[in-house]
C-alpha cells in the first residue's frame, strides 16, 4: 500500500492516479499512518511547502519519515512542494527540509502564478527549480535544460505536477 | 474554457486555510501559522460592515508590502465587474484576484469577464447556478458567500447544503431536463453534464463567510468543502496567531473529533457575532 501525505495540497490527485494504476493507496496525516507495515511508499503531494513542513514537525512525522525511507525497499515521491520537502537545501524556505534528496531548490523560481505554465507531461505552479544536483542523484528528466525529475535511489523528486494533467507513467515508472 | 493552470493553483490550495490579512504583519503571522494564502484587503469585512461607505480594492503599496514578506499565493479583492481594478491586480502580479461581494459593487449588470486575463478569479457563489455563471466567464475557483463579517455560519452553511442539493438533483435528470436546468441556470448544457458526471463542480470549492471558530471550519470541511477562508475570525480575535493556527489543524483533522476538542482549548475570546436577520446589508445578495 502506498501512502499520501494528507496535511494540505493536492493529494487527491495522486489518490486518483494510484487508483487508475490500480495500486492500493491511503492518506496519511499522522505518526501511527505512517509506521504502518504495510505502508510501501510514501507521496508527498504539491501544495503549500510552508504549511506541510510546519505540521510534519508539529504532529512529529518527521522522524517517521526519515527513518522509512532509510529502507532502500521503500519508495518515496515529492512534486512540487513535495521535492522542496525532501530536498537538502532550500535557501528560500523558513524551516529545516528534510534532506533526503541531495539537491538543492529553490521555490517559487520561475516567479508567481503568472509565470505558471502547462505542459503535456506535467502542470508548473509557482514552481520551484532545481538548481543543484548532489553526486548520487539521477537526472530522469529535463525541460528547458533544467532537471525537472530526479532520484536518489528510493526517493524520487518532480518540479512539476504529472497528476494535474492525468499523466500517470511517472507514477507507474516509480511505483 | 478554463484557465487551467489556475484551476491547478487552486487545487494546490485545498486542504488548507486562507486568511484574510490587512498589513505584512498580519501576513507574517498568518504564513507563521500555517495559513495556504492570504487575502490582502484594506479593512476585514466586520469593519467594511460596521463603517460602511463604498469599499474598494487594496491600495498598491499595501499589495506589494504584503507580497515582499509573504512566499504563499498573495490574492486580493476586486469589486464585482470593475475589470479595471482587476487589470491592475494582475499588473501588480497577485496570485488570484477574488472577485467579491464583500466589496461595493461596480457594475450592475455584469460580472467581470474573466476569460480574458491570465491571472485566475475566485468568486463567490450562493446556489450551483451562480458558480457555473462564474465558471462560464472564467472562474478557476468558487466559494460560498457566507455573511462576512459576521461571525455567523449559517449562510456559508446554506450554500454548502443548497450547492450539494442541486448537483443531486442533476442526477436524476434526463436530458430535456437538464436542458432546462441549464437554461434557468443561464449556462450553456454541456457544463451542467460535466457537473452531472462529475457529481461536483469542475473547479475546487471552497468555504467563505462567518466562519469564526475552529469548529466552524471542520463543520464545513465536513459538509464536503475543499477548504476554507478566513476573514475577521483571525484578527478580530483575541488572540489572532493562535486562533489562525488552531482552525488550520482543525481543517486537517476535521474528522477527528477529539483532536478538535484539544485544539478548540485556550483560544480565548472569538469575534463578536452578528445574527442574520439583524443585518442592513446582506452582501450575499450582490452579485448576478
Known amino acids: ?175 | 474554457m478554463f484557465n487551467e493552470a489556475g484551476k491547478n493553483l487552486a487545487q494546490m490550495l485545498k486542504g488548507g486555510v486562507i486568511m484574510d490579512v490587512t498589513n505584512a504583519e498580519q501576513a507574517a503571522i498568518a504564513e507563521k501559522a500555517g495559513a495556504c494564502a492570504v487575502m490582502a484587503l484594506e479593512r476585514v469585512p466586520s469593519d467594511i460592515r460596521a463603517q460602511g461607505g463604498v469599499a474598494r480594492m487594496s491600495a498598491p503599496e499595501m499589495i506589494k508590502s504584503i507580497q515582499a514578506v509573504a512566499t504563499i499565493p498573495v490574492m486580493a479583492k476586486v469589486r464585482i465587474g470593475h475589470t479595471m481594478e482587476a487589470k491592475i491586480l494582475e499588473a501588480l502580479n497577485v496570485d488570484f484576484i477574488d472577485e467579491s461581494e464583500v466589496l461595493t459593487p461596480a457594475d450592475p449588470f455584469s460580472h467581470v469577464d474573466k476569460k480574458s486575463f491570465t491571472i485566475p478569479f475566485v468568486c463567490g457563489a450562493t446556489n450551483l447556478g451562480e458558480a457555473l455563471r462564474r465558471i462560464s466567464e472564467g472562474a478557476s475557483m468558487i466559494r460560498t458567500k457566507g455573511e462576512a463579517g459576521t461571525g455567523n455560519v449559517i449562510e456559508a452553511v446554506r450554500h454548502i447544503k443548497t450547492m450539494k442539493k442541486e448537483i443531486e438533483e442533476l442526477k436524476s435528470m434526463n436530458d430535456e431536463q437538464l436542458a432546462n436546468a441549464a437554461k434557468e441556470m443561464r449556462v450553456d448544457v454541456e457544463l451542467v453534464k460535466q457537473v452531472r458526471d462529475l457529481g461536483r463542480l469542475p473547479v475546487v470549492n471552497f468555504a467563505a463567510g462567518g466562519v469564526a471558530t475552529p469548529a466552524d471550519a471542520a463543520l464545513c470541511m465536513e459538509l464536503g468543502c475543499d477548504g476554507v477562508f478566513v476573514g475577521s475570525g483571525i484578527f478580530k480575535s483575541s488572540d489572532p496567531a493562535k486562533v489562525a493556527h488552531a482552525v488550520v489543524q482543525a481543517v486537517i483533522h476535521y474528522k477527528d473529533a477529539k483532536k478538535l476538542a484539544e485544539i478548540s482549548e485556550g483560544l480565548g475570546e472569538a469575534m463578536p457575532g452578528l445574527e442574520i436577520s439583524t443585518l442592513d446589508v446582506r452582501m450575499q445578495q450582490r452579485g448576478w
Not at chain 1, 99 to 124: M, W
Open chain 1, 1 to 175: 500500500m502506498i501512502g499520501v501525505l494528507a496535511l494540505q495540497g493536492g493529494f487527491r490527485e495522486h489518490m486518483e492516479v494510484l487508483a487508475m494504476l490500480e495500486l492500493e493507496a491511503c492518506e496519511v496525516r499522522t505518526r501511527e499512518e505512517l509506521m504502518r507495515p504495510e505502508l510501501i511508499g510514501l507521496i508527498i503531494p504539491g501544495g503549500e511547502s510552508t504549511v506541510m513542513l510546519k505540521f510534519i514537525d508539529e504532529f512529529g512525522l518527521r522522524s517517521a519519515i526519515c527513518a522509512r525511507a532509510q529502507h532502500p525497499e521503500f519508495t518515496m515521491y515529492g512534486t512540487c512542494a513535495g521535492l522542496i520537502l525532501l530536498a537538502k537545501e532550500v535557501p528560500n524556505l523558513k524551516g529545516e527540509p528534510l534532506g533526503l534528496l541531495d539537491v538543492t531548490v529553490e521555490r517559487n523560481a520561475y516567479g508567481r502564478q503568472l509565470d505558471s505554465f502547462i505542459t503535456d507531461f506535467g502542470s508548473f505552479i509557482r514552481a520551484p527549480k532545481i538548481t543543484r544536483v548532489g553526486e548520487n542523484v539521477e537526472v530522469i528528466m529535463e525541460h528547458e535544460g533544467l532537471p525537472v525529475l530526479v532520484r536518489s535511489g528510493n526517493i524520487w523528486g518532480s518540479t512539476f505536477h504529472p497528476e494535474l494533467v492525468g499523466n500517470v507513467e511517472i507514477h507507474r515508472k516509480i511505483f
